[in-house]
C-alpha cells in the first residue's frame, strides 16, 4: 500500500490541443469532489523545475471546458532531459507536497514521466492530448477531432475557390510521422487524393488518378498531403512537379499549419476529457501509476506508458479503401 494522495499536480507539455482546458477543468473538480488538493504547474516539465506552482479548486477552472489552448502553458524543456534537471522537479513536488501528478500531452511528455518514475518512483498518469492522434491505447486523443472539423471546414472554403477558377488546390496538414488528420479530413471533405506518411502513393499514381480526374469531367481536385508524406521534399516542389507535367492544371498550395491547433473544442473532445480527467484522478487514488488512459470502444482503458511511447497506432485500412472509391 503506498501512502495515501493527498495533493495532485496536473500539467500540459508538448504541442497544445483543443480540449486540454477541459481536461484540467475534469481533474481538478474530481479532485475537489474526492477532497484533494490540486496544484496547477505552469510551462509543463520547465514549470516543474522551476516551480511554478498554482493551488486549483472547482472555481479557478470556471468557463474554461470551452477555451482552446491551455490555461496552464506548455513548454519543451531541454533541462529536464538531464538527471540534474529531474533532480530539481522532484524537490520542487516535495517542497509542494505534491504527491502524484496528471501528465496531458503526447509520447514527449509520457516518456518524461517514465523516466521520472523510474527515478523516483513518483505516481503520474497520463492522458493523451495531441492533435496528431499518434498514440497507442486510444482511439481518439483529445484535439483530434476539433482538429479534424478545422481542417474540413476549411477545405471546404478552399473547394469553393477551387471550384470558381478551375483549379488544382494542394492542401498541407499537420502530420509529420502520422497521416491520420490527412486521412480522415480528406474523406471527410471529400479531396481526390490523399497523401499520407504511411502509405507512398508514388508520383506517376498521383499523376495518373489527376488525369482520370480530369478526363472524368472534373475542372477542380483537392489534394490533402500530411506534411510527413514523403512523394516530395514539401508540398511546393510536389506542386512545381505536378504543374509542371499536367500544364493544363492551375495550382495552387494552401498550408494550414497552427490554426489547426486552436479554437474551440468539439463537443466530442470536450467529453472525452472530461472522461479521462476523472479516471486520471481516480486511478491515482487507487494506487495506480505509469499508465495512460484511453478511449477504446468508447470505454476508458488503461495503457502502461511504455506501450502507449512504444506501440504504433496504426491508420484505418478501411479508410484507405473509401478514400479510393469516393475519389472517381
Do not use: W
Not at 487514488?285 to 470505454?299: A, Q
Amino acid at each position: 500500500m503506498g501512502k495515501k494522495i493527498k495533493k495532485i499536480g496536473v500539467m500540459t507539455s508538448g504541442g497544445d490541443a483543443p480540449g486540454m482546458n477541459a481536461a484540467i477543468r475534469a481533474v481538478v473538480r474530481a479532485c475537489s469532489y474526492y477532497h484533494v488538493d490540486c496544484v496547477g504547474v505552469y510551462r509543463g516539465y520547465q514549470g516543474l523545475i522551476e516551480g511554478d506552482f498554482i493551488d486549483l479548486t472547482a472555481r479557478n477552472v470556471n468557463n474554461t471546458i470551452n477555451r482552446g489552448g491551455t490555461i496552464l502553458k506548455t513548454a519543451r524543456s531541454k533541462e529536464f532531459r538531464t538527471k540534474k534537471g529531474r533532480e530539481k522537479a522532484f524537490q520542487q513536488l516535495k517542497k509542494a507536497k505534491i504527491d502524484a501528478m496528471v501528465l496531458i500531452g503526447g509520447d514527449g511528455t509520457f516518456t518524461g514521466g517514465m523516466v521520472f518514475y523510474k527515478e523516483f518512483k513518483f505516481p503520474s498518469i497520463g492522458i493523451p492530448g495531441t492533435i496528431d492522434n499518434d498514440i497507442f491505447g486510444t482511439n481518439s486523443t483529445i484535439g483530434f477531432d476539433t482538429a479534424l472539423n478545422t481542417v474540413v471546414d476549411a477545405i471546404d472554403k478552399i473547394r469553393d475557390t477551387a471550384s470558381s477558377h478551375n483549379r488544382l488546390f494542394f492542401v498541407e496538414v499537420m502530420g509529420r510521422d502520422a497521416g491520420f488528420i490527412a486521412l480522415n479530413s480528406g474523406v471527410g471533405a471529400g479531396a481526390e487524393e490523399i497523401l499520407i506518411p504511411e502509405e507512398d502513393l508514388g508520383l506517376d499514381r498521383l499523376l495518373e488518378s489527376l488525369k482520370r480526374s480530369k478526363r472524368s469531367g472534373k475542372s477542380s481536385s483537392i489534394v490533402v498531403v500530411a506534411e510527413g508524406d514523403k512523394i516530395g521534399k514539401n508540398v511546393f516542389e510536389l506542386a512545381n512537379y505536378v504543374e509542371e507535367n499536367l500544364p493544363e492544371y492551375e495550382v495552387r498550395v494552401s498550408v494550414l499549419g497552427h490554426m489547426q491547433r486552436g479554437g474551440s473544442p468539439s463537443c466530442f473532445d470536450r467529453v472525452l476529457a472530461s472522461r479521462l480527467g476523472v479516471k486520471s484522478v481516480e486511478l491515482l487514488l487507487d494506487g495506480k501509476s505509469n499508465l495512460m488512459v484511453g478511449l477504446i470502444n468508447n470505454k476508458i482503458e488503461t495503457t502502461e506508458l511504455n506501450k502507449a511511447v512504444k506501440g504504433q497506432h496504426r491508420i484505418n485500412k478501411e479508410l484507405l479503401r473509401v478514400s479510393d472509391i469516393m475519389s472517381l
